[in-house]
């Protein structure tokens, strides 16, 4: 069967505003994100055409002690268009599976696609704190300008991350100024994000505080 891959109208994040690069009121777009009916799921082959769309792409940047976990992307990668860059971000397109309800209560749904997503790929054995920090928007290429990344921030408590997919290769921790030095090997949303590793951390938002202003704000 043709993949399918989770979607919004561009016009959802015209209609708030529109931006290049990180943006860090996450509150203002993710109402307008997870409304019962706004995200849906299309075909990849169609969606990596058609920039009247946004893919939904949750990017987890997995942290340690000030220590950040990246790896290259192998031969092996879903996005061949990334091959060979490195990258601070885990995750990827968000499909549909079975236990998946059409978006009763999106939100709690879309966090367990991202929990299912990154153990796709690593491996994490120890315990972490979860925040979404920032919104992810590049449409100075091909690739960016049918993707739209949610940032995550993951708080881990001990460095305990192996990989599970083969496209993940030369994976370590490493700080802000040896990423800075290899600034030139990452893909562009790292490189974006690397710009603002520290005002993530002053930007953690708890998932359970989003989910409640998320209700909140369906409520009314």
């Given at each position: 069967?043709?993949?399918?891959?989770?979607?919004?109208?561009?016009?959802?994040?015209?209609?708030?505003?529109?931006?290049?690069?990180?943006?860090?009121?996450?509150?203002?777009?993710?109402r307008e994100i997870f409304i019962q009916g706004t995200p849906r799921f299309i075909s990849r082959a169609q969606a990596e055409k058609d920039p009247s769309h946004k893919q939904i792409i949750p990017y987890v940047i997995m942290t340690y002690q000030d220590t950040y976990l990246n790896y290259v992307r192998g031969r092996r990668a879903g996005e061949t268009?990334?091959?060979?860059?490195?990258?601070?971000?885990?995750?990827?397109?968000?499909?549909?599976?079975d236990d998946m309800p059409l978006f009763a209560d999106f939100f709690d749904t879309y966090i367990s696609a991202v929990?299912?997503?990154?153990?796709?790929?690593?491996?994490?054995?120890?315990?972490?704190?979860?925040?979404i920090v920032a919104l992810l928007n590049d449409d100075s290429n091909e690739v960016g300008s049918v993707h739209l990344g949610i940032v995550h921030y993951w708080n881990l408590d001990a460095p305990?991350?192996?990989?599970?997919?083969?496209?993940?290769?030369?994976?370590?921790f490493m700080t802000p100024a040896d990423l800075e030095n290899i600034r030139d090997s990452l893909?562009?949303?790292?490189?974006?994000?690397?710009?603002?590793?520290?005002?993530?951390?002053?930007?953690?938002?708890?998932?359970?505080?989003?989910?409640?202003?998320?209700?909140?704000?369906?409520?009314?």
């Open positions: 069967m043709e993949e399918q891959v989770l979607v919004i109208e561009r016009s959802v994040i015209e209609s708030v505003g529109t931006f290049h690069g990180l943006v860090f009121d996450v509150d203002r777009y993710l268009r990334l091959v060979g860059n490195r990258s601070i971000g885990i995750g990827g397109h968000i499909n549909p599976v929990k299912r997503e990154v153990d796709e790929e690593v491996s994490l054995e120890t315990t972490y704190t979860d925040s305990n991350v192996t990989k599970r997919e083969q496209m993940i290769t030369q994976m370590s893909e562009t949303w790292s490189q974006l994000c690397l710009n603002h590793l520290e005002e993530m951390s002053r930007h953690q938002k708890s998932i359970s505080t989003i989910n409640e202003m998320l209700k909140n704000s369906q409520q009314k």
